[in-house]
């Protein structure tokens, strides 16, 4: 079992940087791949990104790349999500997601940005993008 704790969401100008984190409780981190979603106001919960078991897949929807990084530090049970460029749409509360994985190597079997497959969620930080 996971819990998961997002933070470093806040207000930042269009055009800016945040780095949100997702630390997490428990065993087996290493086997959970770790999807970042959100969402803003009114509207549904969307995938963002999604980073493997091992950290060395990552996946990305359109609207963010070349934008958004993911990346994990097992050691330290902790997940990354680096938002670049920021615009005022990207405005949401940011969820990080727990997806176990058997055998971590499977990565590509999964569909890893549907909500559905994950287990485990945290409680959500606030990202504002306006000036």
């Known amino acids: 079992q996971l819990q998961l704790v997002e933070s470093g969401g806040t207000l930042v100008q269009p055009g800016g940087r945040l780095r949100l984190s997702c630390t997490a409780t428990?065993?087996?981190?290493?086997?959970?791949?770790i999807g970042w979603f959100r969402q803003a106001p009114g509207k549904e919960r969307e995938a963002v990104s999604c980073?493997?078991?091992?950290?060395?897949?990552?996946d990305y929807v359109d609207s963010v790349k070349g934008r958004f990084t993911t990346s994990r530090d097992n050691s330290q049970n902790t997940a990354y999500l680096q938002l670049d460029s920021l615009k005022p749409e990207d405005t949401a509360v940011y969820y990080c997601?727990?997806?176990?994985?058997?055998?971590?190597?499977?990565?590509?079997?999964?569909?890893?940005?549907?909500?559905?497959?994950?287990?485990?969620w945290g409680q959500g930080t606030q990202v504002t993008v306006s000036s």
């Open positions: 428990g065993a087996q981190f290493n086997y959970y791949a």
């Open positions: 997601g727990a997806a176990y994985m058997h055998n971590p190597n499977n990565y590509r079997n999964y569909n890893v940005f549907n909500p559905a497959n994950y287990e485990y």
């Open positions: 980073i493997s078991p091992r950290g060395n897949d990552a």
